[in-house]
């Protein structure tokens, strides 16, 4: 069945649209639970660590979250995106931009602190590093909430 776009010149199939908006769904969700798992789970258990083995532990944990996380909001924001451009339903957008979000927030509240922690030995990190890795963990809430705000703001795109 062919769909034609009042508002766009762009021709697409229906199911094509709805796939392209669950896949958007799927990588927003999948974003969001792995930043609130960060929150409940990861971050409280390993501040039961020694400074030291805190930081020892914080330092990949963080490399191997960016890793993941970072490709996941790119790409929930570009489906997104297409999801609007197919569909010209403005609450794609709203949902790509909170995904996309998660990039300047990252750079400009927690980069500071990633930075600052990465550069810090773990021989040296007695009472520094857990201060600041705490902090972290609060800022990385802010990345939680921008997931999920996604994710509903997809759930309401499929809805509308």
């Known amino acids: 069945m062919l769909w034609t776009l009042s508002s766009r010149k762009h021709h697409a199939d229906e199911n094509d649209i709805v796939f392209v908006g669950q896949l958007a769904l799927i990588a927003a969700a999948v974003f969001a639970g792995a930043a609130i798992y960060i929150n409940i789970a990861e971050q409280p258990a390993r501040l039961l660590l020694s400074d030291q083995a805190l930081l020892t532990q914080w330092k990949p944990a963080y490399k191997r979250g960016l890793v993941m996380q970072a490709p996941l909001a790119l790409a929930a924001f570009l489906l997104g995106l297409t999801a609007w451009w197919l569909t010209g339903n403005w609450h794609w957008v709203i949902g790509a931009v909170l995904m996309l979000a998660n990039w300047p927030y990252t750079m400009f509240a927690i ?9 810090m030995d773990p021989a040296s990190a007695e009472g520094t590093s857990r201060p ?3 902090e972290w963990g609060r800022l990385h809430g802010g990345r939680s909430t921008l997931g999920v705000l996604a994710l509903l703001a997809f759930l309401w795109a499929l809805n509308t």
Do not use: D, R, S
């Open 132 to 134: 600041m890795i705490e």
């Open 111 to 119: 980069m500071p602190t990633n930075t600052a922690l990465m550069a």
